[in-house]
């Protein structure tokens, strides 16, 4: 069965910094493109990052680069969100989510989703 | 970039009633788009890709049509288990976007 766990979110100050991290199971991790996906609370839908099978290719939505970096370890079936000076309008559930495949950017599956709340 | 529009926003409708969630872009995505359902607290599901290619497992009443510029989505026959915020989402090109989603509530 896949599985994504989403981890590390939580309260964060302005300019402050988190990691998030997403656990892969029951699926080969290292074929899959990999993806981050936000959502603001009562909000909808923000692609923030996807990464390819390496890790070698990355893209990101405009207002996070530079902030953000995705990464993944595949030895550990792990994705990352190194978020930096985070902003007030970061402030989000964050899901991993899983790329149909590697010619379309679209979701199969998702992670829980961790909330990023970035307050004073 | 883009831009992914829902209409209407939110939308009112019974048990049984058949009902159409419009999705409007930008400039032309071919038939890169893509529907989603999600319920409060939960992730969103993939219904619908390739602009009418029904995901496995999905039911039948759920169909999507267009391509270039305008999309839909339709429900057949509404059943409980549809009442759920639908979002369309474009994989055209970078950056991808979703529409600002539409609510199905009951009437």
């Known amino acids: 069965e896949v599985q994504l766990v989403d981890s590390g979110g939580g309260l964060v100050q302005p300019g402050g910094s988190l990691r998030l991290s997403c656990a892969a199971s029951?699926?080969?991790?290292?074929?899959?493109?990999m993806s981050w996906v936000r959502q603001a609370p009562g909000k909808g839908l923000e692609w923030v990052a996807n990464?390819?099978?390496?890790?070698?290719?990355?893209l990101y939505v405009e207002s996070v680069k530079g902030r953000f970096t995705i990464s993944r370890d595949n030895a550990k079936n792990s994705l990352f969100l190194q978020m930096n000076s985070l902003r007030a309008e970061d402030a989000a559930v964050y899901y991993c989510?899983?790329?149909?495949?590697?010619?379309?950017?679209?979701?199969?599956?998702w992670g829980q989703g961790t909330l990023v709340t970035v307050s004073t | 970039d883009i831009q992914m529009t829902q209409f209407p926003s939110t939308l009112s409708a019974s048990v049984g009633d058949r009902v159409t969630i419009t999705c409007r872009a930008s400039q032309s995505i071919s038939d890169w788009l893509a529907w989603y359902q999600q319920k409060p607290g939960k992730v969103p599901k993939l219904l619908i890709k390739?602009?009418?290619s029904l995901e496995s497992g999905i039911p039948s009443r759920f169909s999507g049509s267009g391509s270039g510029t305008e999309f839909t989505l339709t429900i057949s026959s509404l059943q409980p288990d549809d009442f759920a915020t639908y979002y369309c989402q474009h994989y055209n090109s970078y950056p991808i976007t979703f529409g600002q989603g539409t609510r199905l509530e009951i009437k």
């Open positions: 390739r602009a009418s």
């Open positions: 989510a899983r790329l149909l495949d590697s010619s379309s950017s679209i979701y199969d599956y």
């Open positions: 990464v390819n099978q390496d890790g070698s290719a990355k």
């Open positions: 029951g699926f080969s991790f290292s074929s899959y493109w």
